[in-house]
Every structure is written in structure tokens, then in C-alpha cells.
């Protein structure tokens, strides 16, 4: 039997534990927090009382586990990774760090250890769609992302509930967006290129550029044109703009900042019965057989009983690449990111089957 540890017992990190449980793994959660730890006991699971904030105390805990998964906050996702290639321990990271995970490979190749970061569903699953669109063409010109977890109604004041850390939430609104046009590497500013797009069965959304593409800028050096947008529905760009220029979410020290006010605020718009939706389409246009091709892969995933469509979504997809990694382990160490193991056909079908074990299908078509 696997023996796994999850750094994180936050809501997506127990989720992908109950779908390693099944898979025959003997979990055990560490955490600092009280009630993440409570909700992980309830669930059944083995925990540790812990802060995961040193390198250091990582290495110490995860070594002697199968594999360890980072559920941390994104702030400690370096952290992480340092503490796994110290231990000798493969890694799947499902936190949004801001440093480049490929910075690490030559340690992970001396350490062998695998290190899969982004592994959630956008960047993660939706990098895993993009490495399948590049060996799909012979010439891969464009390829788009445009994901969105929202409610399934559009829910006053924002158009969204805040269902994830919004601290990361702001951070993702107000941070530049690197993107590729006519293959240059270009510096954007968030919350613009504003364009309506639509599914089946929801109203018109809005997507606009976030910086979401991480390593796939450095992996797919051959597509001409690459970008991610976030959706959200109609009139929330606007209402988020209106506080940026307000001064809402500003920092200053030893006071209570308008940006603390606001996370706090955040989290205090409830919703009862709250039923949330992940919404995700992947495009790659090119050559194939000299012929203008297009393909499209799509994720429309619902929140269940037991778990919103980002907790599913999230925690399935991290659950995927670690229940990927320890029935295919890699003979030399590396950061190995999901676009590349989604270059293989067979390991991308593999990940897609865990994914519809639990009912999170991608669709694809072709034009």
C-alpha cells in the first residue's frame, strides 16, 4: 500500500485524499489549522498538527512516504518543493507559486526526485490539454485557454463567490499576465482584452487575460500564439476594477489595510445553498496534413452533494497526477509538468480515465 502525506487539509487537499483512499493509499494530512485538521478527522483520515513554513521541517515530515502532495498555501509552494528534493521525496504541487518551478530541475535531476507543480485544474489539467494540442498539429499556431469557476446563477454583488483563498483571488486580479503574440513574449495588464464568450446553457461571460500560462511560455517555445483568460459573468470585471481604483485592495503597514478589510468582507458574503460550476475550454489552432485545423477540448463540471465543482475539479486533478506518478515512476528526476505528460497519449488518456472515474469529463472536437 502507497503511503501518502498532504500538506494541506484544506478542502481540495482532503478531496483528492478520499479519491487516493479508494486507490488503496493510507493518507495522513498535516496542517497547522484546527479546523482543517477537524474536517480531515472527520472525513477519516490520519492528521499532523503542524506549521509546514521551513524547508526544513517539510524534508523531516514527508520522508519515508510514497509521494507527497502540497496543498499549501501559494506562498509556501518553493518551500515545498525545496523541502521534497531534501527528503528524496516525488512531489505533486497543486499550489500557484510565484517562482518557476522549472528554476529546480537540475535539482531534482540530482536528487532524483519528481516534482509535478501546477497540478490542478487550471494551470494543471488544463496545461495536461495544451501538451496533447501541440503534438496533435504539425504546427501548432495558437493555442487559448479561457477557464472559470463560478456559481451556476450570476449571484449579486460580484457575479461570483468567493469559494478559494481571496487573498489569491486578488492577487490573481492584479497580477501582470504574460502572453504570446506573433511569438513574442509580452507583458500584459490583468482584467483586459475583454471578450464575451459562451456554453451551452449559461449566459454570455466576459473572459480577460490572467496570468496563467506559467511554464507552458517555456515548454511550447514553437506555438506562435498562447494565452489564458479567466471568465467570469457579465459586469464583474467592471465591479472589480471600481475597487481597484477605489483603493480597496492596497497594502500598508501597522494598520488594518483596505486590502485585509476587504479579504475580510470576502469572506463574510454567504450564500445559502451555494452550487458553483467549472467551466473550462482549451483551443488549439494549426496545421495538420497542410490542412487549417481546429480542436477543442472542454470541461463543464457541476458541484456534487458532498463537493463544489472547484473542490472536484481541483482535488481530482491533483489526486490524478499523484495516482499517475506513483503507477508510472520516472527513471530520472525532473520537473515534469503536466503539458509534458500530456505530449504522451497514453499517459494523457490515463489521466483523463482517473478524471472520469470521478465524473470530470473532457469533451474535444474537431474542425
Given at each position: ?89 516525488n512531489m505533486v504541487d497543486v499550489s500557484y507559486s ?120 517555456k515548454t511550447l517555445k514553437n506555438v506562435k500564439n ?42 463574510r458574503i454567504k450564500y445559502k445553498n451555494l452550487r ?92
Open positions: 500500500m502507497n503511503k501518502i502525506i498532504i500538506l494541506g487539509a484544506g478542502r481540495q487537499g482532503v478531496t483528492a485524499g478520499e479519491f487516493l483512499r479508494k486507490k488503496k493509499s493510507d493518507v495522513t494530512f498535516i496542517d497547522i489549522n484546527d479546523d482543517n485538521l477537524a474536517y480531515a478527522k472527520r472525513e477519516g483520515f490520519n492528521t499532523i498538527k503542524k506549521a509546514m513554513n521551513t524547508k526544513e521541517i517539510i524534508a523531516k515530515e514527508i520522508k519515508g512516504y510514497s509521494a507527497a502532495l502540497s496543498a499549501l498555501p501559494a506562498r509556501l509552494g518553493r518551500t515545498a518543493h525545496l523541502g521534497a528534493i531534501m527528503s528524496k521525496t510565484e517562482d518557476d518551478p522549472l528554476e529546480l530541475n537540475a535539482m531534482c535531476k540530482k536528487a532524483g526526485v519528481t516534482i509535478i507543480p501546477d497540478a490542478g485544474i487550471a494551470p494543471g489539467t488544463s496545461n495536461l490539454l495544451c501538451g496533447r494540442l501541440y503534438k496533435s498539429f504539425d504546427k501548432a499556431d495558437t493555442i487559448k485557454i479561457y477557464v472559470g469557476g463560478m456559481p451556476e446563477k450570476n449571484l449579486p454583488p460580484f457575479g461570483y463567490a468567493v469559494t478559494w483563498s481571496p487573498e489569491d483571488l486578488i492577487s490573481e486580479y492584479e497580477r501582470k499576465a504574460k502572453i504570446r503574440k506573433n511569438f513574442k513574449e509580452l507583458i500584459v495588464e490583468p482584467l483586459t482584452a475583454v471578450e464575451n464568450i459562451t456554453f451551452k446553457g449559461f449566459e454570455t461571460l466576459e473572459a480577460f487575460y490572467t496570468d496563467g500560462l506559467r511554464t507552458l511560455s498562447l494565452e489564458e483568460k479567466t471568465m467570469r459573468y457579465k459586469g464583474h470585471i467592471d465591479k472589480i476594477k471600481f475597487l481597484f481604483e477605489m483603493g480597496y485592495f492596497e497594502k500598508s503597514a501597522g494598520v488594518t489595510s483596505p486590502r485585509e478589510a476587504s479579504i475580510e468582507l470576502f469572506k458553483d460550476v467549472l467551466l473550462m475550454r482549451v483551443i488549439g489552432e494549426g496545421k495538420i496534413k497542410g490542412k487549417n485545423k481546429r480542436i477543442e477540448y472542454q470541461v463543464i463540471d457541476f458541484a456534487d452533494n458532498k463537493h463544489s465543482a472547484m473542490e472536484r475539479t481541483t482535488g481530482y486533478s491533483l489526486a490524478a497526477f499523484s495516482y499517475w506518478l506513483l503507477r508510472n515512476p520516472q527513471k530520472t528526476g525532473s520537473v515534469l509538468t503536466p503539458e509534458e505528460i500530456g505530449m504522451n497519449e497514453k499517459y494523457f488518456s490515463d489521466i483523463l480515465s482517473l478524471l472520469e472515474e470521478k465524473s470530470v469529463r473532457v469533451t474535444k472536437k474537431s474542425i
